[in-house]
Each structure stands twice: as C-alpha cells, then as structure tokens.
C-alpha cells in the first residue's frame, strides 16, 4: 500500500527552510523601494499590503501590457473588476452578459485561506462540502455540483489539482455563474451546470517581490510559505515567479492531522507583439484520519443533531494522499492590429491513494455503520485550445469574431477493494472514535499497479460574434460550440474494453448588454451546459428495463438569465435572475430508462463589493432559491425541493482600518444559511444555521521592511451544525478556528 514517506516530508520541510534564507540574502541588494518612497504612494499592487488604498481602481501590473489584460481590482483590493469569461479572453464585468466575481490575493492572504473551499466561502452563490466518503472539496453553484475535477486553470480545463486545492500559488479565484458549456466547454467530469471556477496562477509583477510567511493554526498546524517574484530584462519582458509552503500537523478536529507540500513555478514573457506564460505546478495533501462525509439510511425518520464540532466520528487508521503535478503554458501573439492568434496547452498527473470509512446514520440516536475501502487511482490528463480572434468594422457596427477547437484527453488506471456490506462495524456518531474497520473483500484490479479503467476524450469547435453598436452601448454576443464525447472503458480483471460511449451535441449562446451610463450596465442570456447521460442498470440487477447498460445521449441543461451591474470605481455590485433546468433519468412506465424527469432551480443573486468609505470594504452578498423537481417517477416528488438547496443564503463580510492605530485593520463575516431537505422526498432536513468569523491584521515595520501580523478566528461560538447535504450526504461545519501568522515582504 502506497504510504507518504517520512523522509520525503522531511526533505520538503528543509527544502523550504533553505529556500526562506536564500530568499532573505537575495532581496537584500534587491529591495526596490524604501518605506519613504512606498508611502509616498497613492496606489497599491495587489502583492502589497502596506499601503493605504485610496478609492478608487488599481492596475494589476503583472498583466498591464498584455493584449488580453487581466482586469484591474476595485478600491480595497477583494474583488476585480471582470475575469476571464472562457473562449471569449478577460472581459470587463460592464461589458459581458455573464456574471464572473473575481476574488484576489488580498481575500486569500487577509483570511488566511488553506484551500479553494476558503475563498469561495465569501461567496453566496457558493456552498461548499466534501466529496462522497473521500477527502476532496465539492461545491454547489446555483444548486448545481461543481466536483473538483472540473476547475479550470487559467481558462484551461484538466490542469488544476483535482481535490484539495492550495492556495499559495494562485492569485486570483474566478467564480463564474451560470451554465456555461458554450464558453468554457463541456467539463471533463460533466459537472459545474451551475457555472464554474477558473484559477489564476501568481506571476511577477512590476514590483519585486520576496515575501516570507510562517504561520500556525490550531490545534498544531505549522508551516512556511516563501513567494518570490521578479522581473528582468529590455523593459522588464521577462518575469519570473516561485512559491514553496510546507505544513504539517493537527487541524481543530481531534485527531485529524494534515500534511501540505506546495511548490510552483512560472515564467512569462511580454513583448511588443507575444505574450507568453508557462506554470508548473506541485500540490500535495496528506490526511491523517480525516472526518468525511456521513451517508443517511434511507429508512430514517429523523436526523440527530451534529456531534461536537471538534468531534471525530471517522474510524481511526483511514488516510488519504493526494498528489497533483502540472505544467501548462499559453501564448498569444497579435498578428496585426486586428488580429490575435492563442494557444494553451498543459498537462497534469494526478495520483490518489487512501483507506477511506465513510459511516453511515442508521438511527435517530445516532447509531452508525462503518465499513472500510482502499482506492487506488493514477490520472493523466492533456488539455489543449487553440483560435483567433479578430476585430473589424461592418459600417457603424464593430465585430469581434472568435473561432477556434479544444481538446482534452483523460486516461484514469484505477483499483479499489471494499468491505462486504454485512460485515459493516457498529458504531456511534457520538461515541468514541471508532479504533478500525471491517476486513476488505477481493479487489478490483491489482493495487499495486492499477490498471487501465477509461479513457475520456472532449473535442469541440466554437465560433462566436460580439457585436456592438451605438457608441459601444449595446453588444450582442452569439456563438455555438459543437462538443464531441468520447469515452473507452475497460475491463479491470482482462484489460479488454468493455463499453465505447461516443455522442456529439451542439450548445449555443446568445447575450446581450446594454450600457445605461458609464457606471450601470443591464444584461441577458441564453446559455446551456453539458453532462454525460446516465446509464441504465444492467439486466442482471434488473431484467423488466427494454434498455439494460444503455447510456444516454448528453444531458443538455438552459439557462435564462437577466441582470444588472453596477460599477462605481470604489465599489461595485450585481443582481441576477436566472433559471436552470436540467433534465435527469428513471425508468418510466414504458420500462425504459430515459432522461423524463427535470430538476428546475430559479433564483435571485445579490453581491456587493468594495471600499464605499475610505477605510471601510465590504464584500459579501445573498442569494435566494426556488427549486423544484417536476416530472419525477410516477409523479412522486413532483414539485419537491432538490437534496442540498437551501432557500437563501447570505454572506457578508467586513474590513474596517482603525483611525486611532495606523496600519490595523479589524474583519468580521456573517454566513447564513438556511435549512436544507437530505431526500427527494422532503422528509428529512438539517435545520439553518449561522457562522461568525473574526479577525485583525496589523501591518508595521522592522528595519524598513514591512511585516503584517494577521489572526483570524473561523466559527468563534463553536457551533455544531450539518454545513451541507450535498448529494444526501452530511458535512459537518467546521469548528473553533484560530489562525495566526506572520508576513515579512523585502
């Protein structure tokens, strides 16, 4: 069985304490700016935390001479301005019909963010929870699961790390709304109906940077995290950009206890007429005895309360290893003043180890099943895009026309071995940590060389028009993506392939804006998304159905979406209507498994964003659910909520800067959310809850160098509560947290 070694920890740890002094001597002759000049100035690189930021907007300087810049920030640094809205390159959030929040460095540095599921949390539309019995983050967008799989990176799909993303070596969080196959392509795991999330790895800036960081978080997680950053080179063309973090110890849950080795690399070149940028990546997670998820009995009348929120109910000995690698690199190069030619291409290997005890709810007093399970998983996954885009006048009408093709290719050797059913151990939600779990039954496949299990192959086409007339206040977006699937799998026992699922399917688009002032822009649209057709039992589990182990044609889920956006340079905002449905399968009255059923979820988004007031940001927002499920089998949950959609959620978040003490800055976020039904019957239901976040920083300086101090306290009443019902199963919130760490820039 594959173990981390601890050597290998080890070597990391002192690759990392190497990196921190070599760091240290190399910014020394380095340093660029004395704290006299860098007060003197009235604005602020997302890379700084020393400077007070007058309200109004900033220039990232990574990106400021590309000719598809990465949007600015808004007064206060949390959120940009725009994003990158796919095929369609970084669009101002004004001048697209598709909602995109953007969340920058300072969100992930200011609140001390681990991982994906930390950044999102700032955002309403975003419920966050684990995967199924595993130890990976799965999020819920617009009520639609977005799994890990399918994050993109730096508008790539199949690069990013595939479970527990960290986030020091990103810069920025894009969270896009909405059903979005036509500009991103069909997802490689089919999920993210809902929208997606696209990652922004950290580049150099104008500005050099050597930034160390140690810090710790209960119960004994301590780490290091070194950021160094410069450009060299005719007019600074070249940059160049590192990050090492190392931690390891006892998270706030007892007995849970994690391991974290980061490293990044990337390079970029900016030229007159060429840009290009190439990243590499490593992302590793151990976990020790991590809590999971909780599956119900579907015979269950009731739902216990959440055990104690530091409370471990997982059986002792499980762990898991997770272990990404990636390189991906992108250049554009304008051709003329009116045409671009793109290409992005990467590559990731990702491999997945563990023994994992998902417990299950048996009674209303808490009693549990546990059993055990060994996975075993090695993907290899290649993602490419290439197109142009080109700009052209028709009369008083302006074009800007984008064609191109994708391509990603998956190859995923799996093994796995699980306990009989019947031999399920006994246990309490409540009660001691369970001390093991049932012997595992035969495997499948050889667990010390996977086999090969499937083979995924996405191809598309796309082209698309953006028109604008009258001075550029209205635009029309349209475009159509033909999306081809392919997908092998194989027989684990004799390698022979054992089904072939090839299907082809077209997804339009179509968006309007329109540009009431300068400040406020309305907007529309008609988008669909993508996922693989489910598949019908076989004949041996159930011989009435007229199509056994039939998969069916892609699910084709739309979008109506109508909105408003509002941008007044120290602050910003957006509201959203929209309506998703998608269709999902059961065997009707005709025996046949078919997609007759629908699950239909319609909503209002509000968010808010900025710095208002000089010294005060806020950033936070709710959203507000009306889901239902319409055509269920015989008729039986027609009009029932969907599992895991709340009625509202509500975040909101505050930074104040204190008048009386200059470089302090005191934070506090409020997230609500309400009850949400555990079964397609509405029967069972955890109840609402809230959660409250504290936090200060305090920046100063030691030897002209700047330093920040940031202490942060998640959940600080201790709550115990179910977060989340994702998929039926139950994630605890977590407990008492407090973090602390310490920021030297030199």
């Known amino acids: 069985m594959p173990i981390t070694p601890i050597f290998k920890r080890h070597t990391f740890s002192t690759l990392l304490l190497a990196s921190v002094s070599m760091s240290a001597v190399v910014a020394l002759p380095a340093h660029a700016q004395d704290a006299t000049e860098s007060s003197t100035n009235s604005t602020q690189t997302e890379t700084d935390d020393t400077i007070k930021l007058d309200p109004i907007r900033v220039e990232d300087n990574a990106t400021s001479q590309a000719g598809d810049p990465t949007p600015p920030v808004y007064a206060g640094g949390q959120v940009a301005t725009g994003g990158r809205a796919g095929i369609l390159g970084n669009k101002d959030n004004l001048d697209i019909p598709v909602s995109i929040t953007s969340y920058t460095s300072e969100v992930i540095k200011n609140q001390q963010a681990d991982t994906l599921a930390d950044v999102v949390d700032n955002d309403p539309g975003v419920l966050t929870s684990y995967s199924y019995g595993g130890s990976g983050d799965r999020f819920m967008i617009r009520g639609f699961v977005l799994d890990g799989d399918d994050v993109m990176l730096d508008g790539l799909y199949g690069t990013a790390p595939r479970q527990l993303i960290d986030m020091s070596m990103y810069e920025r969080v894009e969270v896009v709304k909405g059903a979005s196959a036509f500009i991103n392509g069909m997802s490689p795991g089919g999920s993210g109906i809902g929208g997606g999330i696209n990652l922004i790895p950290k580049r150099a800036t104008d500005d050099p940077i050597t930034s160390v960081t140690t810090f710790y978080e209960m119960n004994s997680q301590t780490g290091g995290h070194v950021d160094f950053g410069r450009r060299f080179g ?168 984008n064609a191109g093709v994708s391509y990603l290719q998956n190859k995923s050797h799996q093994a796995w071995a699980f306990s009989p059913g019947a031999s399920a151990f006994t246990g309490n939600i409540y009660g001691p940590t369970p001390t093991g779990y049932p012997a595992l039954a035969a495997p499948s496949g050889n667990l010390s060389d996977p086999g090969l299990r499937n083979i995924n192959e996405l191809t598309s086409y796309f082209l698309a028009d953006t028109v604008s007339f009258l001075d550029d206040r209205v635009s029309v977006t349209a475009g159509i993506r033909r999306q ?140 507000v659910y009306d889901a239902e499920l319409t055509d269920t089998q015989n008729g039986t949950n027609d009009g029932n909520t969907p599992i895991g959609i709340p009625d509202y959620v509500a975040k909101l978040g505050i930074e104040y800067d204190l008048p009386f003490l200059k470089g302090a800055t005191v934070n506090a976020r409020a997230v609500h959310t309400a009850s949400q039904y555990v079964n397609a019957t509405n029967t069972l239901s955890i109840p609402s809850w809230t959660r409250l976040d504290l936090g200060a920083r305090y920046t100063t300086e030691v030897h002209e160098y700047p330093v920040t101090i940031r202490a942060n306290i998640e959940n600080v009443t201790d709550s115990d509560y179910w977060a989340s019902a994702n998929g039926g199963y139950l994630t605890m919130g977590a407990p008492l947290t407090a973090k602390l760490s310490l920021t030297a820039d030199f």
């Open 234 to 401: 005719k007019d600074n063309q070249f940059g160049i950009r590192a990050n090492l973090k190392y931690a390891d110890g006892e998270t706030a849950i007892d007995d849970e206890d994690r391991n974290s080795q980061i490293g990044s690399l990337s390079f970029d070149y900016r030229g007159d007429d060429t840009r290009i940028t190439v990243d590499a990546g490593h992302n590793e997670k151990n976990i020790d005895h991590g809590r999971t998820s909780v599956n119900l009995l579907g015979t269950l009348t009731n739902i216990p309360d959440a055990p104690d929120a530091s409370h471990n109910y997982n059986a002792d000995g499980t762990w898991a290893d997770l272990e990404d690698n990636f390189v991906q690199g992108r250049i554009e190069h304008d051709v003329n003043d009116y045409l671009m030619a793109y290409a992005a291409a990467g590559t990731r290997h990702m491999e997945e180890s563990g023994i994992y005890s998902t417990p299950r709810i048996t009674g209303t007093d808490g009693t549990m099943t546990y059993g055990g399970s060994t996975i075993i998983r090695e993907d290899t996954t290649n993602s490419a895009l290439t197109g142009a885009r080109v700009k052209f006048e028709t009369g008083v009408v302006k074009h800007e026309l």
């Open 484 to 623: 081809s699937v392919n997908t092998k799998q194989f027989d684990l026992t004799s390698g022979a392939q054992s089904s072939n699922y090839d299907a082809d399917e077209y997804t339009p688009m179509v968006g309007i804006v329109g540009n009431v002032t300068d400040q406020v822009s309305v907007y529309a649209n008609y988008m669909e998304s993508l996922s693989p057709g489910e598949t019908a039992a076989s004949a041996a589990s159930d011989a009435t159905l007229t199509n056994p182990s039939e998969q069916l044609a892609p699910y084709t889920s739309e979008q109506y979406e109508i909105g408003a956006k509002a941008d007044f340079g120290s602050f910003g905002g957006s509201v959203a209507l929209f309506q998703i449905s998608k269709p999902f399968s059961y065997k009707n009255a005709s025996n046949t498994f078919a997609a007759d059923g629908e699950q239909q979820n319609r909503g209002v988004e509000f968010q808010i964003f900025g710095e208002p007031v000089t010294g005060t940001r806020i950033l936070g927002g709710i959203t």
